[in-house]
């Protein structure tokens, strides 16, 4: 009998059921940048913010693969950097897939060269692969508000990022060699992320735009679709039958209105006008750190 009651139930004990978790949506939207976001500046995507909801997304044994909901113009390039090595080692341990919005070009379409999987619709702009530099020169509007600086420096090239002054040939050649290693940095990160080789992607590499369509054409994405469709390949590449999908949102409106009203208040406190208030944010300025952007 028990040799009988074996030889049904073995069978039935190898059925495992569907197995079951969670999909984390990660909303990223605004400009990528090292700091926090304003009421000003609007919803800003942040090394910070990627990280927090990356170890929540982590940590939480359910969720068994993560969608990135990307909406970005790009920024500046460090954050970029540090955002694409976070997805990087998250995607060791569980699946990562984009879901483009309406753009996700230079920085975010670099940061997204990190997914196993890239989704995007056929209207969304994305590629714009690029690196571009801006070096002020305050020069002129302190001459206006009658302010004189001496600069002493040792070395030569010490205060070519001050922004006191025109920058000279060499120091422009300087700066050129600069946006360009940053440049081979961005089409090495497409080219191996992607599958490409790097001659292909220099050849996309005009800073162009280009829309979802041409992108999965040029190999740049993986799929068309929409956030439903990022979360069925989340789904498949995780092995996940009918997932529960759990949304992770920015900070509101409300968040940031907050944040501008303290700002402002503190500013009527100091007592100082709006005009005094650009001044001292032009004059604290570090203008030695030049400031070099994946941006469209």
């Keep these: 009998m028990l040799a009988l009651l074996?030889?049904?139930l073995g069978p039935l004990t190898l059925i495992s059921r569907p197995p079951t978790g969670k999909i984390a949506v990660i909303s990223l939207s605004g400009s990528i940048t090292a700091g926090a976001s304003s009421l000003l500046s609007g919803s800003t995507i942040t090394p910070d913010?990627?990280?927090?909801?990356?170890t929540r997304a982590e940590n939480d044994r359910a969720v068994k693969a993560i969608v990135l909901r990307i909406d970005s113009p790009g920024g500046e390039i460090e954050p970029c950097q540090e955002i694409l090595l976070q997805i990087e080692r998250v995607k060791e341990t569980k699946p990562v897939v984009v879901s483009m919005g309406a753009m996700a070009a230079s920085g975010g379409y670099y940061i997204s060269t990190g997914a196993d999987e890239i989704v995007a619709l056929p209207t969304t702009e994305t590629g714009s692969i690029g690196v571009i530099s801006?070096?002020?020169?305050?020069?002129?509007?302190?001459?206006k508000l009658g302010i004189d600086i001496e600069v002493f420096?040792?070395?030569k090239y010490k205060d070519m990022f001050e922004g006191f002054?025109?920058?000279t040939p060499e120091e422009k050649a300087i700066m050129q060699a600069t946006v360009d290693e940053f440049y081979d940095q961005f089409v090495g990160v497409v080219a191996q992320g992607r599958g490409l080789n790097t001659d292909e992607?220099?050849?996309l590499a005009t800073g162009q735009l280009y829309s979802g369509t041409e992108a999965k054409e040029l190999g740049l994405i993986d799929q068309l679709g929409d956030l439903d469709?990022?979360?069925?390949v989340a789904a498949q590449l995780a092995g996940v039958e009918a997932p529960k999908v759990e949304h992770y949102q920015q900070p509101g409106l409300i968040s940031r209105l907050l944040s501008g009203l303290v700002a402002a208040a503190q500013t009527r406190i100091s007592g100082l006008s709006a005009e005094d208030m650009i001044?001292?944010?032009?004059l604290s300025h570090d203008y030695r750190q030049p400031l070099f952007l994946y941006q469209s």
């Design 6 to 8: 074996a030889a049904i």
């Design 49 to 54: 913010l990627v990280r927090n909801y990356l």
């Design 134 to 143: 801006y070096q002020m020169d305050v020069q002129g509007l302190l001459d």
């Design 153 to 155: 420096k040792g070395g």
């Design 165 to 167: 002054r025109e920058l």
């Design 201 to 203: 992607v220099r050849n």
């Design 229 to 232: 469709m990022a979360i069925n």
């Design 279 to 282: 001044v001292l944010q032009v």
